[in-house]
């Protein structure tokens, strides 16, 4: 493992992982990037045991991780977004030392890197706060209490017209076919329904 002592190598998968770390935070829950993110951090460990680095660096690699899930809980906070990549650039720049503080890194691979980085984390994280925070068009949960027909029989199972399309429902009594509904409340995308009993009252009046 005598590569991963190489400044260069070790930024590149120091880097890899804080990324693949926040992106974690950004989207939790399916695995590949957390455990991604483990095994990039621990070479980048092994890295930093064995390698001169700068204390105040690690700290501002550390620190970057709060103003980032603070951006992300709270949407249209871009400058936190941005103090991030700040700490996490220069933080990992001059994380590997020479000469007890000036940065191990190629000045190249640290410049185009840490740009990629930014670009990335700048564009896709605020695309993916954004679309997070979109409401619905559809909104299910706006279906309750919303009157409809129902176009079969309905109990265990059934078909009702709600909101213009078409819904698979149940009911806790048999409802027959054609008769008024109400939606009580929906379970995943199974509408329970009932028999509208205003809406019989109002055919009435009418009659």
Request: glycine content about 8%; hydrophobic content about 55%; overall charge neutral.
């Given at each position: 493992?005598?590569?991963?002592?190489?400044?260069?190598?070790?930024?590149?998968?120091?880097?890899?992982?804080?990324?693949?770390?926040?992106?974690?935070?950004?989207?939790?829950?399916?695995?590949?990037?957390?455990?991604?993110?483990?095994?990039?951090?621990?070479?980048?460990?092994?890295?930093?045991?064995?390698?001169?680095?700068?204390?105040?660096?690690?700290?501002?690699?550390?620190?970057?991780?709060?103003?980032?899930?603070?951006a992300v809980q709270k949407p249209k906070r871009e400058i936190?977004?941005?103090?991030?990549?700040f700490f996490l650039v220069i933080g990992s720049v001059f994380l590997f030392a020479v000469d007890g503080w000036k940065p191990?890194?190629?000045?190249?691979?640290?410049?185009?890197?840490?740009?990629?980085?930014?670009?990335?984390?700048?564009?896709?994280?605020?695309?993916?706060?954004?679309?997070?925070?979109?409401?619905?068009?559809?909104?299910?949960?706006?279906?309750?209490?919303?009157?409809?027909?129902?176009?079969?029989?309905?109990?265990?199972?059934?078909?009702?017209?709600?909101?213009?399309?078409?819904?698979?429902?149940?009911?806790?009594?048999?409802?027959?076919?054609?008769?008024?509904?109400?939606?009580?409340?929906?379970?995943?995308?199974?509408?329970?329904?009932?028999?509208?009993?205003?809406?019989?009252?109002?055919?009435?009046?009418?009659?």
């Open positions: 493992m005598d590569f991963l002592l190489d400044p260069n190598i070790a930024y590149l998968i120091l880097l890899g992982g804080v990324l693949l770390g926040l992106m974690a935070i950004v989207t939790p829950g399916t695995g590949v990037f957390e455990v991604g993110a483990f095994f990039c951090l621990l070479l980048a460990g092994y890295a930093v045991y064995n390698l001169s680095f700068n204390w105040w660096a690690l700290i501002l690699l550390v620190l970057s991780i709060a103003p980032f899930i603070y936190y977004l941005g103090v991030s990549i191990a890194v190629n000045p190249f691979v640290a410049l185009a890197t840490s740009g990629l980085l930014s670009a990335f984390l700048w564009i896709v994280v605020r695309k993916t706060v954004q679309a997070a925070g979109v409401r619905p068009v559809h909104d299910l949960d706006a279906l309750t209490d919303l009157s409809g027909e129902a176009r079969s029989r309905i109990h265990e199972e059934g078909s009702v017209f709600v909101a213009g399309e078409m819904w698979s429902a149940r009911s806790d009594k048999v409802i027959p076919a054609g008769s008024p509904i109400r939606v009580v409340r929906r379970e995943g995308f199974i509408l329970v329904v009932e028999k509208d009993a205003h809406s019989n009252n109002n055919l009435k009046k009418e009659k």
